[in-house]
């Protein structure tokens, strides 16, 4: 016999499916959910962010096709959608086509949110930002003074997009470097990334839980890591930081015949010569610590991280092989570490600038070999740097510096009991040479001097130099230089030994499982 429901008990059971259904479709992701689930991301460069300092802008197809770039259309959206890219990031400058009321042109809007319904509908995340606007000169760079322009611009976005669903990402600005006489200026960053957040979050709609994307200082991550940086309030809790990873910029952004020096807080000169490789074992460390720094910092107390820009110049005398090796391993890191992704930033066509990846106009890559491997990174496979921990109280390092020979190992804040290096001394006053360890003590860089009539001669005709330095408080990296004895000192390798075990990045396991 077939046992029949009670029509009352079906439709109370249809309910419940339902209920279940919508709530599970109405459920919001949070901030790190969201990020994790963005990919890898892409920015349309040198397109709608482009601006000049001498030019008005008539319509909204010169600014676009200013830098040589021709107008993006929906197709270019789609296409790249199918090398791996979940996001795209979608800088804008707005200064153009604002009026003395800092009303926004309503063509140049129409013409931003064309783009962004092209990238939503194909269900892809866009970073919407204000990009040029805070270039030193123009008018964001002005810091708290430029706030209710800020907010002026803010407000008509947000109104514009509060329908839009939670692909739609907010970022508050790019690169803007605020100084009040030689300090960063935290403060006035603070202010504005504030009412950033209480102006988006004040027009209602769906802008009420968005995921808002705020800028670092100068998006640079040294100082957003720092303790003077602080986060905006946000009552929903849904915000993540922007940082541009283009680390180290000697390689990444320097152009070959552009050496550039500088002075730091301590008074010290520095020269940097543009390189043209990348892969070393120090290069591999310090971007595994990078990473280590930036979940430290946000991503472990519930924040994501966006690298909103990272790449390599093309169209400089860069190695090809390390620009694919730099890309692969940054962008295998950002997937591999929980709440944190990247954007690889592409000017698209080579008379237009100099980080040239994706041909967007002919949907085709300038480099095969950089498509396919992000084709493999899509597919999740990527090389994770937590498989290549190894359990150790100890750490060296055998690549030098190419400019001054010297050695670094980044400790962070380890506890370090012992300093050893080896050095090849072709000089036999050994009273007439030395060395200098650098390092922080309370956040103050102190020195070191070392002879090199303090060393152990070795077998080799090599001398070991052995410091103890159990009862200093040394944080941030340990540095050895050579400080006088010219040519005739070759430092060989450095090790450090801890006060405990750590987990130390094995480099040269994942480098061989990068190459391969």
Same mark, same amino acid.
């Given at each position: ?49 482009? !601006?000049?300092? @001498? ?108 329908? +839009? ?122 971007? +595994?610590?990078? +990473? ?81 491997? @992000? ?121 450090? @030994? !801890? ?18």
């Amino acid at each position: 016999m077939k046992y029949i429901l009670p029509i009352g008990l079906v439709i109370v059971l249809i309910l419940s499916v339902v209920i279940t259904i919508l709530s599970i479709s109405l459920k919001k992701k949070n901030a790190m959910q969201i990020v994790n689930d963005m990919g890898m991301g892409w920015n349309l460069g040198n397109t709608f962010d482009c !601006y000049s300092a @001498f030019e008005k802008m008539k319509t909204p197809d010169q600014q676009i096709t200013l830098w040589g770039n021709v107008i993006p259309t929906k197709k270019m959206v789609i296409s790249i959608k199918k090398y791996g890219f979940k996001t795209i990031r979608f800088p804008v400058t707005w200064m153009h086509f604002m009026n003395n009321d800092n009303q926004v042109d309503n063509n140049w809007m129409s013409r931003v949110k064309e783009v962004v319904n092209w990238i939503i509908k194909e269900k892809m995340y866009c970073i919407l930002n204000l990009q040029h606007d805070g270039v030193k000169g123009n008018w964001l760079s002005e810091g708290i003074t430029a706030k209710n322009k800020y907010i002026a611009l803010w407000t008509q976005i947000a109104n514009e997009f509060k329908s +839009f669903n939670e692909y739609l990402i907010f970022e508050s600005m790019n690169e803007v470097e605020y100084i009040s006489g030689n300090q960063k200026d935290f403060i006035t960053l603070l202010a504005l990334t504030q009412a950033f957040v209480d102006t988006v979050r004040n027009t209602g709609g769906k802008n009420a839980d968005r995921l808002l994307l705020i800028s670092g200082m100068n998006a640079d991550l040294g100082f957003t890591c720092s303790p003077e940086y602080r986060l905006p309030i946000d009552p929903f809790k849904k915000m993540a930081v922007s940082i541009h990873y283009y680390i180290p910029t000697d390689f990444t952004v320097e152009q070959d015949d552009n050496p550039w020096s500088w002075v730091d807080d301590d008074g010290v000169y520095h020269e940097t010569i543009p390189k043209t490789t990348w892969g070393t074992e120090s290069h591999y460390k310090d971007m +595994f610590n990078d +990473f280590e720094r930036l979940k430290k910092s946000f991503v472990d107390k519930g924040i994501p991280i966006i690298l909103g820009e990272t790449g390599v110049l093309t169209e400089q005398k860069k190695s090809p092989d390390s620009i694919r090796e730099f890309l692969f391993a940054e962008f295998s890191m950002s997937s591999s570490y929980e709440g944190i992704m990247s954007c690889l930033w592409d000017t698209s066509n080579k008379k237009a600038g100099d980080m040239n990846y994706y041909d967007k106009v002919n949907d085709r890559w300038f480099d095969e070999k950089i498509k396919e491997n @992000f084709i493999k990174l899509s597919k999740g496979d990527f090389i994770k740097p937590n498989n290549y921990f190894s359990i150790t109280d100890s750490e060296y390092i055998y690549s030098r510096d190419e400019n001054d020979g010297s050695m670094l190992i980044r400790i962070d804040h380890k506890r370090v009991n012992t300093i050893i290096f080896n050095a090849l001394i072709k000089w036999e006053k050994l009273w007439d040479c030395g060395f200098g360890i650098l390092s922080y003590v309370n956040e103050i860089l102190v020195y070191r001097s070392i002879s090199c009539s303090e060393g152990s001669l070795q077998y080799d005709n090599t001398y070991t130099y052995t410091v103890d330095v159990s009862n200093e408080t040394y944080s941030r990296y340990i540095h050895v230089q050579k400080w006088w004895g010219g040519n005739n000192v070759t430092i060989n390798y450095l090790r450090i @030994f !801890y006060k405990e075990n750590y987990n130390i990045f094995d480099y040269v396991e994942y480098k061989k499982a990068i190459s391969k």
